[in-house]
Structure formats: structure tokens, C-alpha cells
């Protein structure tokens, strides 16, 4: 079983549009997680900590639910400059684990 | 101020042949690590160091793979025997500190990659 599993998609959204991607971990004693964006042919860069309380950061909404071992991001509004892969990352020590990611295309 | 660099940024080689990788971290970051990236999947650890050690190897793929970083700077990913599997794109990532604690203080910042070709 992989540690991170996350939906590649595609995910084609209008502007404007509420997209969400889900990612689950196995590794139940993970202590961390992010969410990574990676626009095409360039490095992966950090979108958002996720924090046990659930966080905000303008459109983007991130939740962690530990019992089920789940992390969601939500984005609200989406704009064309979305569009790219969203990678789900674990942390359970000194490794980080990442998600395959998720492809997002915003379409005007 | 300078962030994560990588050299060369393309690496063309023959199968069986040595390949060196660079990075450079961002300086005072203690944590570096090192992944491989194929096309449609995420990066994949390698290894992990904290300072000059290698804390963590287990990502490593075989004894043909092997990284040093001598002054707990510049580490230096090493293939042996290149094989045509390992074509792909090799990122290194710097952080404050290593996993575990809370908070962006072990964000990790990434190179651009060196786009390996095995032939």
C-alpha cells in the first residue's frame, strides 16, 4: 500500500469554480502535513502547512482528520492561474512522503 | 536571497556510465534531502541528511546510489552503473530542520531538478 494516495484526476474546472482533492496516509503515527503545488516542468513548491485545527489561507481551505487519516484542500474561486498539480505530503518523521499528485486545469 | 540550486540542470548520459548530481542548499539549512521524480508521479525519498550525516539512506535504490555531504553544505548525489531506468528528474530539497516539528520551520524549499537522461 502506498503511504499517500491521492486522486491524479484530471480535474477540468470553470473559473469560478469550487474544486476539492482528498488525500489518504497509512502511516497513522505521521506527525506533519502539507500541501505542495508543482506547476509543469518546475519544482514543487508549498502551498499550505495542515494543521489538526483545520487552516485558511484566502481560497484555500485545508483540514486534517486524523481518525480516518485524511487531508482535504478545498479552493474557492478558482482562478487560471489554479491550474496545476496539487501534491498531498506526509510527514511522518524524518521522511516525507508524497502523494502522486492531483492535475488541475481551470478553463476560462 | 538564493534559494536551492542544482547542477547541471541536464545531464545526458550512456547507459553503465557515472553520473554526478549537485546542490546547493539555502545557507543554515541543516536538512537536505534528495528525490527522484518521474513523469506523472510525485518525488520519491532518497535519503535524508542532517548536517554531514546521512540520517536516513532508506530511499536509496540499490548500492549503485550513494550521496555525501562533507561540510553540511553541498551534497552530491552519486550513480554508479547508470541504467536507463534511472531516467528522471532528481530534486533536492533544504529545510531549517528535519520532520517532526510543527509549524513552516521544516519547510522544505526545492531546487529546480537536474533532468537526468540514461541512453
Known amino acids: 500500500r502506498k503511504e499517500v494516495e491521492q486522486d491524479p484526476g484530471p480535474f477540468n474546472v470553470p473559473e469560478g469554480a469550487t474544486v476539492a482533492f482528498n488525500c489518504t496516509y497509512s502511516?497513522?503515527?505521521?506527525?506533519?502535513f502539507f500541501w505542495y503545488r508543482q506547476d509543469c516542468r518546475k519544482e514543487p513548491k508549498l502551498l499550505m502547512s495542515?494543521?489538526?485545527s483545520g487552516n485558511e489561507d484566502g481560497r484555500f481551505t485545508a483540514q486534517l482528520n486524523r481518525a480516518s487519516q485524511y487531508i482535504s484542500l478545498l479552493i474557492r474561486d478558482s482562478k487560471l492561474s489554479d491550474s496545476a498539480t496539487y501534491l498531498c505530503?506526509?510527514?511522518?518523521?524524518?521522511?516525507?512522503?508524497f502523494g502522486t499528485g492531483t492535475s488541475l486545469t481551470v478553463i476560462p | 536571497g538564493a534559494g536551492v540550486s542544482q547542477t547541471p540542470s541536464n545531464k545526458v548520459t550512456e547507459k553503465g556510465k557515472y553520473v554526478e548530481l549537485r546542490c546547493d542548499p539555502i545557507?543554515?539549512?541543516?536538512?537536505l534531502y534528495w528525490y527522484r521524480q518521474s513523469l506523472g508521479q510525485g518525488p520519491e525519498f532518497l535519503i535524508y541528511?542532517?548536517?554531514?550525516?546521512?540520517?536516513?539512506d532508506s530511499g536509496l535504490p540499490n548500492d549503485r546510489f550513494f550521496a555525501v555531504r562533507p561540510e553540511g553544505s553541498v551534497s552530491t548525489l552519486k550513480i554508479q552503473r547508470t541504467e536507463r531506468g534511472d531516467s528522471a528528474v532528481y530534486l533536492c530539497?533544504?529545510?531549517?530542520?528535519?520532520?517532526?516539528?510543527?509549524?513552516?520551520?521544516?519547510?522544505?524549499?526545492f531546487g529546480p531538478g537536474t533532468r537526468l537522461t540514461v541512453l
Open positions: 541528511f542532517q548536517g554531514t550525516g546521512a540520517a536516513d
Open positions: 502511516n497513522s503515527a505521521s506527525q506533519s
Open positions: 545557507s543554515g539549512h541543516t536538512a
Open positions: 495542515v494543521y489538526s
Open positions: 530539497a533544504s529545510s531549517h530542520t528535519s520532520g517532526g516539528a510543527l509549524g513552516s520551520y521544516n519547510e522544505q524549499f
Open positions: 505530503v506526509v510527514n511522518p518523521g524524518n521522511q516525507f512522503h
